[in-house]
Every structure is written in C-alpha cells, then in structure tokens.
C-alpha cells in the first residue's frame, strides 16, 4: 500500500479499509487507551500509594512511640506516684491559715535567736496563687556577717517553706555613731490555700 492509497481512504468508510491498515488503527487506538489509562488512572493511583506509604511511616513511628511508652507504663506508674508523694508533702510544708501567725513568731525569734536587733518585721498583704498564697515579710536587722548567716541558715532550716529574696546589706551609722551592718530582705513564706479560696 502506497502513501497515496493511505490518504484517499475515507475516514466513514473504515470497513472498506485493507486489512493491514484496519490491524494499524486498532494498535493505534489500542495504545492510546492504554496511555490514556494509565496517565489518568495509574498515576492517580501511584499518587494514592505514596501518600499512603508515608502515612504507613508516620504510623508505624507513632506504634514504636507508643509501644515504648506502654513497656515504661509500669515505671511511669510509680514515677507517677513518687510525684504526688512529693508534692503531698511540700503541701503539707507550707502553713494553713491559723500557723501563719505562728511561723511569724518563729521567723522574728530565729532572728532575735541569732542575736539581731530588728528595725523592722512588716507582714505584706498576701499574694494568692493557683494553690497557694505567698506572703511576703520585709526584714531589716541590724548585727554583723555571722549572725546574718546563722539567721539565712536558720529561717532555712524552719519545718514551714520560706524563702529569703533581694538581700542586700550596706554600712551605716549607728545610734552611737559607729558603723554597723544593716541586713535588708523580703522574706516570703507560702500558705495553703483552703479549698473555698483555690475556686
């Protein structure tokens, strides 16, 4: 068949076609449905399956994490507990309400314990928190570096919390006009707060 027969053919009257031309027309058509196919259809679908793969990573590393997390459940357990032990028991170091005025006692007797003469011991207004109120005391003693350091040691040392925050200590003149070394800080302590007061 020669290329001038191929371009007389008449595209409506296929049938009438030779053979080997009709056989060309079918692996043409045959081709493009396959192309067509697979363009369309598989590639959605290789698309699918690497987005699926990626998923089966993500989870597989979320199953290890939590595998790992459920063989330490037992130790998370008691870590669990050795925490609300602990914080039990920093609960029951800070004061209700009615040994507030008590570890106020305690803290001007270590001072005066420590030999220290007091300027001045002045109870600020509380400071509530989400379960527990702070109360900060401003201190200002007179005495010299070793008794500072037995009163820090020993207001540390007291069975309530207190803190002791922005010490400063300066040189100044006495009532005797001699120098003497003056200890200025803000003790804090912190107070249960009772159910009613933590709503």
């Not at 005391?137 to 350091?149: E, R």
């Amino acid at each position: 068949m020669t290329l001038d027969e191929l371009r007389n053919l008449d595209p409506e009257q296929i049938g009438d076609w030779p053979l080997p031309v009709k056989f060309a027309l079918v692996l043409i058509l045959m081709a493009a449905i396959i192309f067509a196919g697979w363009h369309f259809d598989i590639q959605d679908l290789r698309v699918t399956i690497e987005n699926e793969k990626k998923k089966e990573v993500e989870q597989i590393a979320s199953l290890e994490s939590k595998q790992k997390q459920a063989a330490n459940l037992e130790a998370l357990k008691r870590q669990m507990q050795e925490m609300q032990q602990s914080f039990g028991d920093m609960l029951r170091q800070l004061p209700n309400k009615t040994e507030v005025a008590g570890l106020l006692v305690d803290i001007s007797q270590t001072g005066l314990a420590a030999g220290l003469e007091f300027e001045l011991f002045k109870p600020a207004k509380e400071i509530p928190s989400e379960f527990y109120a702070e109360l900060p005391i401003q201190i200002s003693v007179i005495g010299d570096y070793h008794k500072f350091g037995e009163f820090i040691s020993g207001v540390a040392a007291l069975p309530r919390i207190v803190t002791t925050h922005d010490i400063r200590i300066q040189k100044r003149k006495g009532k005797q006009q001699e120098e003497v070394l003056v200890l200025q800080a803000t003790a804090k302590t912190y107070r249960a707060l009772d159910e009613e007061e933590g709503k």
